[in-house]
């Protein structure tokens, strides 16, 4: 019976012991304590009061852990305690090599990426050469289109310049976010005669009758093309569309994408008669003309087809149709789509195609969609749904793409 208690005790003695050490490591960092283990190969001490110490690591926070010390003691217990908090990310700058313009970071430890543009003085001085050439939006494989939204004309140059020596194919420049006072043929010459490259002007926020003056004045200005929107002289309405389903279906239109109520898209005959009439005006001056409609729904593939041949009855060079959509199974009717007006050889115009996804707008030029709508450098006006110019343009000129493109 002695011998029974003795041992219990001494049970009892080793159990406050270890006990012990678990606490003491709790008060260095408020949470379980210590991991304690045993090595397989060290033997445990019999009287864990004679434990020593052997060894301690004092391991940093990091932005994805906690720091610690660490201590292993001579029968192979580990103890960790005095936690410290997490620290601030620990960044390295890098380079992808042909990168002049920004400074890339990224985090040793969790891999966030920072990225910081560089500025760069770009001259705005322009010889305008009135016999040149008229670029041609129309007359390339595939266009990797940067986006210039800026107030004045030189922030415009400066925004062309910059993406042009990124490797953009061509530019879209919003006419409404020019200041209104620069609307006018010699501010816009300055823009359309700074590059060499094709220049298409944009001009939703604004009635018919200024958009048409403003669209007559950028192609007389150097302008490439203009972008009409497809319910323009009619208004955004769906009620033409529908009321005249059953005209167009009586002169051989597939009209199944109207059951999906797309917006912009007229159906009014005499309005389509009035943007057909503009188009050669246009084409008239020397310009080229994209047809446009944020369809904002969702389409097969089938009906996106059907609405691509209805638009192009205007006799538009370029047919774009924005979808609505981002999951996967409506990217891939978006490529399906692209693959039946590729081999449609009735449909003449060249057409852009993408949803609501970067997946789509990445994609679907892979597939036959004329432009890639690109963002050279982010700004509060432009949204991160468009594909980064560098990005795109790397896409386009890879040696796997050339085959593809043509």
């Not at 906690?66 to 292993?72: I, L, N």
């Amino acid at each position: 019976m002695k011998k029974l208690l003795a041992i219990t005790l001494i049970l009892i003695i080793c159990s406050a012991a270890l006990v012990g050490c678990g606490s003491a490591s709790e008060a260095g960092g408020n949470r379980p304590s210590a991991s304690a283990s045993a090595s397989a190969h060290a033997p445990i001490n019999d009287n864990p009061t004679e434990r020593k110490q052997v060894s301690q690591t004092v391991v940093p926070a990091t932005c994805l852990t906690e720091g610690y010390v660490e201590r292993v003691y001579d029968d192979g217990y580990v103890c960790r305690d005095t936690f410290t908090p997490t620290a601030e990310h620990d960044y390295v700058k890098f380079s992808l090599g042909s990168e002049k313009t920004l400074t890339r970071e990224i985090c040793r430890n969790c891999g966030k990426e920072k990225i910081a543009y560089t500025p760069v003085t770009i001259n705005t001085d322009v010889v305008i050469d009135r016999n040149r050439t008229r670029p041609s939006f129309a007359g390339l494989d595939v266009m990797a289109c940067a986006m210039i939204m800026e107030p004045t004309p030189d922030d415009a140059i400066v925004a062309i310049r910059r993406a042009e020596a990124t490797g953009a194919f061509g530019f879209m420049i919003y006419l409404t976010s020019l200041e209104q006072k620069y609307v006018n043929q010699a501010d816009l010459e300055r823009i359309m005669y700074c590059t060499d490259k094709p220049v298409l002007v944009i001009a939703y926020a604004a009635t018919d009758e200024v958009r048409e003056s403003w669209y007559k004045t950028s192609i007389a200005a150097g302008a490439a093309a203009v972008d009409m929107p497809g319910y323009m002289y009619e208004g955004e309405t769906r009620s033409g569309l529908s009321a005249n389903k059953q005209y167009w279906e009586g002169l051989g239109f597939d009209m199944s994408f109207v059951a999906r109520s797309p917006r912009e898209v007229s159906g009014v005959k005499a309005t389509i008669d009035r943007q057909a009439a503009f188009i050669s005006e246009i084409h008239a001056l020397g310009g080229e003309v994209l047809i446009s409609t944020h369809a904002n729904v969702t389409m097969s593939a089938e009906q996106i087809h059907a609405m691509g041949v209805f638009l192009s009855q205007s006799g538009a060079d370029i047919v774009k149709m924005v979808l609505g959509g981002s999951d996967k199974n409506t990217v891939i009717e978006h490529l399906k789509a692209c693959i039946l007006l590729k081999e449609d050889a009735a449909f003449t115009a060249k057409f852009s195609v993408h949803g609501q996804s970067t997946l789509s707008r990445l994609m679907c030029p892979m597939f036959g969609s004329y432009i890639a709508f690109c963002v050279d450098e982010y700004n509060q006006q432009q949204t991160n749904i468009q594909i980064d110019l560098k990005t795109m343009v790397d896409i386009l000129n890879s040696p796997e793409m050339k085959g593809v493109l043509q």
